[in-house]
């Protein structure tokens, strides 16, 4: 089956709204181009002076190529004025090693385009670059040091696994300790983090992250933060403060994070571990895996992100992650770095981001990076390639408005779309089993002919996938109303079914909140009355129909969220048709199926959308929007299996490459929620 189709337009696409975030006209003229000649990729055992070169190319005669600029490492290394466009490094000035090597041209209108990058190797024995030194004994006597952090009067403090926090003064080490807690330092366990107030010029106070022996309050061994005020070189006696509990900890004495940063927000964010348990990481109820965030005094900040979520850990900020024992928040910026251990294959620097999904267990590195999971910043292989530099791994392809504005940044990220597209284009089909199809299906435009015929021959093809170990997603939260009870009790277990009543739940809770009036007023919509749906609990039993009449439901995800495996999954979702279609998309369908009564259009750009409809009329009136009409089954020219078998081979024919009815008029629609969710 053909994959080469969705990953192309994934990889364009997410390029694309990588750079949403503001207006622009689209009419700025385009950037030049470049490409760097020399050194070549790759090149190992460089010496003596470098020669870089690069060819530029004016977009138009209106704005010629003003000049190149060379670097290296991040670094200026010169510029050029004039073709050749030329510019020299001395690489013993260099650690020996792999550096990068880029160019890019600016032209007259100050538009610069992409970098053209190398990865090379400099020879020699060099272990730092030109105005570095090495001193490794500037401070003596630590032991077990884990974390530090500068005080404003230049002084260090040096958490110390053991539980002691020393000072170092004036480049010497003090002999008594700022502070001593009594920890458990078995494995990774101890004073594993320390941070300063943000004012700490005014209340003195050090925040400190530690493993703590005593059981209570959480009924075992625990990490706790714990806040004490600082008096000249020691914190004053009996001012410690618990200011935050994390749960008891497993047998496990690994992977318990440990940093604590305060952000330019003035909140304090936490790494934790995920216990060496790989699960908990995806577990929003349960901090572990996570990064958390926090006001100073250990109480929840409003607008974290899972804030009000049913059955989410409201401390949680981000999730997906291993062992975050470090972290970084860049000056000026207040950018996170989360530095993620990585286990077997993959070192990884994410960009913190709320509400963000780094993707652990499933994926390490950009291994496994699916819809609904966020790729790391930066990530390094622990085997070495041939030759070196060639692997995969890197800076992730991401662009940023600050700066730059709107415009720019959106060329930018169109020039790197179509680079994405063609390279893309060159991936070769390769066959797939049935079991690693993801498929979704909404209805839209409902008629009285979706619930009796078409809906059911999507419930035919999703019971056959499920047989085959498919993955099938469906959705449309609002449109369940009044049946609520029949998903809940096709609801695999029990965990499931409280997971689905959780999420309708709330969903009612917020009709409840913020309606004008009557539900009625909007659903069924007045199209779906006019096509004979005379109750939302009619709409309801029909949509049912598409999920079969044998598969049970396995899980529950929220909106654009990947089902964790295979099997019937319900999204909680809009059954706004672009909104649902770009949903599914996120959470990697590879196919849609969708049903309409009387002509919905919509199509998506990621996946091929199949429309059927069973209404006769639309069949005749719109074949060129139909790619199946199974209106045979209202005239008794068919029968169900026939029809479902109908649809189940056009599904295998689409994913072999066959474009869609959508696809081959262009409709390509994506809409997604911003303020509030939509029906």
Same mark, same amino acid.
């Given at each position: ?9 994934? @990889? ?7 750079? @949403? ?50 670097? =290296? ?9 004039? %073709? ?35 990865? =090379? ?37 040096? /958490? ?42 005014? #209340? ?17 061994? +625990?990490?706790?933060?714990?806040? =004490? ?34 952000? /330019? ?55 997906? &992650? ?13 950018? &996170?770095?989360? #530095?993620? =251990? ?39 292989? +622990? ?99 009044? %049946?609520? +009870? ?36 909007? #659903?069924?919509?007045?199209?779906? !009355? ?37 099997? &019937?999954?319900? !999204? ?8 649902? &279609?770009?949903?599914?998309?996120? /959470? ?11 002509? #919905? ?36 020219? !068919? ?15 689409? @994913? ?10 262009? +409709?390509?629609?994506?809409? !997604? ?7």
């Amino acid at each position: 089956m053909n994959t080469q189709r969705p990953v192309a337009l994934v @990889c364009a696409v997410a390029a694309l709204l990588a750079s @949403c975030g503001g207006g622009g006209d689209g009419g700025a003229p385009a950037a030049p181009t470049i490409a760097l000649t020399a050194p070549a990729a790759f090149a190992s055992g460089l010496a003596g002076t470098l020669a870089l070169a690069a060819t530029a190319t004016a977009a138009s005669t209106a704005a010629p190529v003003a000049r190149v600029e060379f670097e =290296v490492d991040g670094i200026a290394a010169g510029s050029d004025t004039l %073709a050749p466009y030329e510019a020299s490094v001395d690489t013993t000035l260099h650690a020996s090693g792999q550096h990068v090597v880029r160019a890019r041209a600016v032209d007259a209108l100050g538009q610069a385009s992409a970098w053209s990058s190398a990865t =090379v190797q400099f020879g020699g024995s060099r272990q730092l670059p030109a105005g570095f030194t090495k001193n490794e004994s500037h401070v003596t006597g630590l032991a077990g040091a884990t974390a530090f952090v500068q005080t404003p009067d230049g002084r260090w403090l040096i /958490a110390e696994q053991g539980g002691a926090v020393r000072v170092v003064k004036n480049g010497l080490l003090l002999l008594a300790p700022f502070v001593q807690l009594t920890v458990d330092a078995s494995g990774e366990r101890g004073l594993i983090g320390i941070a300063l107030d943000p004012n700490f010029a005014v #209340n003195h106070h050090v925040y400190l992250h530690h493993t703590t022996p005593v059981a209570a309050p959480v009924g075992g061994i +625990h990490n706790r933060i714990v806040r =004490v005020t600082a008096n000249g070189d020691a914190a004053s006696a009996g001012s410690e403060v618990t200011v935050f509990e994390l749960p008891a900890l497993s047998s496990a004495t690994n992977h318990n994070g440990g940093a604590l940063h305060f952000g /330019a927000d003035g909140k304090l964010n936490v790494g934790v571990g995920d216990n060496a348990n790989g699960a908990r990481a995806q577990d929003l109820a349960d901090p572990f895996g996570k990064l958390l965030r926090l006001n100073a005094d250990g109480s929840i900040p409003a607008d974290n992100p899972f804030v009000g979520r049913p059955g989410a850990h409201p401390a949680v900020w981000a999730s997906g &992650l291993r062992n975050p024992f470090t972290f970084a928040v860049q000056p000026g910026s207040g950018r &996170l770095h989360i #530095n993620d =251990v990585g286990q077997d294959t993959w070192e990884e620097v994410n960009l913190g981001a709320a509400g963000a999904n780094y993707g652990w267990p499933a994926s390490e590195g950009p291994d496994n990076v699916g819809a609904g999971v966020t790729a790391p910043l930066f990530a390094y292989k +622990h085997s070495a390639a041939v030759p070196s530099g060639s692997g995969p791994g890197g800076f992730v392809s991401g662009f940023s408005i600050a700066g730059k504005g709107d415009i720019r940044t959106a060329g930018d990220a169109a020039r790197k779309a179509v680079q994405f597209l063609q390279d893309a284009s060159e991936a070769s089909r390769e066959p797939c089993r049935i079991e690693e199809l993801l498929v979704s299906a909404k209805c839209g435009e409902s008629d009285t002919t979706t619930g009796l015929a078409s809906n059911p021959t999507v419930g035919w093809v999703f019971d056959a996938l499920d047989a085959c170990g498919a993955t099938m997603i469906f959705g449309e939260t609002a449109e369940l109303t009044g %049946a609520e +009870h029949i998903v809940a009790d096709r609801c695999r277990d029990g965990d499931v079914r409280r997971a689905f009543l959780s999420r309708f739940e709330a969903y009612m809770a917020d009709i409840e909140r913020h309606k004008v009036g009557n539900m009625l007023e909007s #659903n069924p919509t007045r199209g779906n !009355m006019a096509g004979g749906i005379s109750t939302i609990e009619e709409k309801a039993l029909g949509a049912l129909t598409k999920i079969g009449r044998r598969s049970r439901i396995a899980g529950v995800v929220d909106t654009a969220e990947r089902p964790l495996g295979s099997g &019937l999954w319900f !999204m909680d979702s809009s059954g706004a048709g672009a909104e649902m &279609l770009t949903a599914c998309a996120a /959470a990697g369908a590879v196919v849609h199926l969708f049903t309409t009564g009387q002509g #919905n259009v919509v199509g998506n750009p990621l996946m091929p959308v199949i429309k059927l409809t069973a209404n006769p009329a639309v069949a005749e009136a719109m074949p060129e929007h139909i790619d199946l009409d199974v209106s045979g089954l209202l005239r008794r020219r !068919m029968n169900l299996d026939e029809a479902g078998a109908s649809l189940y081979k056009l599904l295998l024919r689409v @994913c072999a490459g066959r474009l869609t009815a959508t696809e081959a008029l262009g +409709h390509r629609e994506i809409a !997604m929620t911003r303020l509030f969710r939509t029906a």
